[in-house]
């Protein structure tokens, strides 16, 4: 798992890049990869964005869903992925507000988990 994460409008999850230095005709400009944020920072986000009205606003939590189950089982933290996997088909299940409420819930518990480190 990189060690790197890049977050920008487009983007959001660990650096695929296979090397931090600059190939030809990379078509990044500026390296945008940083430290990976604490689980309980990226939870809070995910929680911000999932309650988002636009499109766009799903399409980021859904890529921070998938960033945040990553981290948490890099971590060995099965509990808060575990949660994080139901978040995700909630985002990707059309429910409208009834699942955007029961994410945000779930979202609450995987944020427990990640506070016990479980």
Known sequence: ???RWVDNTSYFGPD???KPAKRWNDRRRVDESGDPPPVGALLRRLRVRVAGPSAEDR???LEMAK???AECSRLGWNRC?????RVDDLLRSDGGRDAVARADALIVEALEHAGAGR
Do not use: E
Request: charged content about 25%; overall charge positive; glycine content about 0%.
């Open 1 to 3: 798992m990189p060690s």
């Open 67 to 69: 960033a945040a189950i």
């Open 59 to 61: 399409r980021h939590a």
């Open 16 to 18: 695929r890049r296979r």
């Open 81 to 85: 992925a575990a949660t994080l996997v």
